[in-house]
């Protein structure tokens, strides 16, 4: 009898299997939304056996190269049309995998409160990287501000500007730094992720903004040799579920759109 209770956990132990270790997955983001986002489906992801572990960064290189040398399983936080630069820039091969959400650009000011506000000659800083510049380009033209030679290529550059009416003169600096920058100039055109982090409101503050339906979706992405993993493949389904799009209609209220 004094046997039992060491036969009894004996044959648990064969009968009853120790639970699984969670998978732990990594993924880089920027801070807003793509970081909030993240977080609020942690819960879901636990609950599948993945532990999801968010890599905050202030740029848009970084995740991409992390990813790319193995250092980092995926990324949130670019558009399609960043990734298709970057991966023909770099010699890449990152791959998109979900359609999440849309963060329309926005033209900002804190010197003009309109448009036709803006001074003849005013500085207007766009962001450099060549996929937001030709962006920023097309929605001034759709703000009347100019126009281009082409009207519909997404990768127009200053030298494609055909008309400027208003003599706007450019700078182009680093994405993240615009907000920065913004009391410095008399406008910049801002990636709703930088704005939002700097307390801007698209909806109430900007001069010009691109409509909801705009094809710069960002995207979930990994690499070729991990994108059908069983934990990332969780979290792409996490990221298109019902409970992330009522978040992100509720948290950002316009700002952020849900892209399915």
């Given at each position: 009898?004094?046997?039992?209770?060491?036969?009894?956990?004996?044959?648990?132990a064969?009968?009853v299997?120790?639970?699984?270790?969670?998978e732990?997955?990594?993924?880089?983001?920027?801070a807003?939304?793509?970081?909030?986002?993240?977080?609020?489906?942690?819960?879901?992801?636990?609950?599948?056996?993945?532990?999801?572990?968010?890599?905050?960064?202030?740029d848009?290189v970084?995740?991409?190269?992390?990813?790319?040398?193995?250092r980092?399983?995926?990324?949130?936080?670019q558009?399609k049309?960043?990734?298709?630069?970057?991966?023909?820039?770099?010699?890449?091969h990152?791959?998109?995998?979900?359609?999440?959400h849309?963060?329309?650009?926005?033209?900002?000011?804190?010197?003009?409160?309109?448009?036709?506000?803006?001074?003849?000659?005013?500085?207007v800083?766009?962001?450099?990287d060549?996929?937001?510049?030709?962006?920023?380009?097309?929605?001034?033209q759709r703000?009347?501000?100019i126009?281009?030679?082409d009207?519909?290529?997404p990768?127009?550059?200053?030298?494609?500007?055909?008309?400027?009416?208003?003599?706007?003169?450019?700078?182009?600096l680093?994405?993240?730094?615009?907000?920065?920058?913004?009391?410095?100039?008399?406008?910049?055109?801002?990636?709703?992720?930088?704005?939002?982090d700097?307390?801007?409101?698209?909806?109430?503050?900007?001069?010009?903004?691109?409509?909801?339906?705009?094809?710069?979706?960002?995207?979930?992405v990994?690499?070729?040799?991990?994108?059908?993993?069983?934990?990332?493949?969780?979290?792409?389904?996490?990221?298109?579920?019902?409970?992330?799009?009522?978040?992100?209609?509720?948290?950002?209220?316009?700002?952020?759109?849900?892209?399915?």
């Amino acid at each position: 009898m004094k046997r039992l209770p060491a036969l009894i956990a004996a044959l648990a132990a064969v009968l009853v299997p120790p639970l699984a270790a969670a998978e732990t997955l990594t993924v880089a983001a920027t801070a807003v939304p793509h970081a909030e986002i993240l977080e609020a489906v942690k819960p879901a992801l636990a609950a599948e056996g993945v532990e999801l572990k968010i890599k905050v960064f202030t740029d848009y290189v970084q995740p991409n190269v992390q990813v790319a040398e193995k250092r980092i399983d995926a990324n949130y936080f670019q558009t399609k049309q960043y990734l298709e630069e970057f991966n023909r820039n770099r010699g890449t091969h990152l791959v998109a995998l979900e359609d999440v959400h849309v963060e329309p650009l926005g033209l900002y000011s804190r010197k003009a409160k309109t448009l036709a506000e803006l001074a003849d000659g005013a500085n207007v800083a766009l962001p450099n990287d060549p996929s937001n510049t030709g962006r920023a380009l097309l929605l001034l033209q759709r703000a009347k501000l100019i126009t281009l030679k082409d009207p519909a290529n997404p990768v127009s550059t200053l030298k494609d500007v055909a008309t400027n009416p208003k003599n706007l003169t450019f700078r182009e600096l680093e994405a993240a730094t615009l907000p920065r920058v913004l009391g410095q100039v008399d406008a910049a055109v801002i990636n709703t992720n930088y704005a939002l982090d700097a307390k801007l409101d698209p909806s109430k503050d900007a001069l010009a903004i691109e409509d909801a339906d705009t094809p710069y979706v960002n995207v979930l992405v990994a690499r070729e040799d991990n994108k059908d993993a069983p934990a990332v493949k969780k979290l792409a389904a996490a990221l298109h579920s019902a409970a992330v799009k009522d978040f992100i209609k509720n948290k950002y209220r316009g700002a952020v759109v849900p892209a399915f």
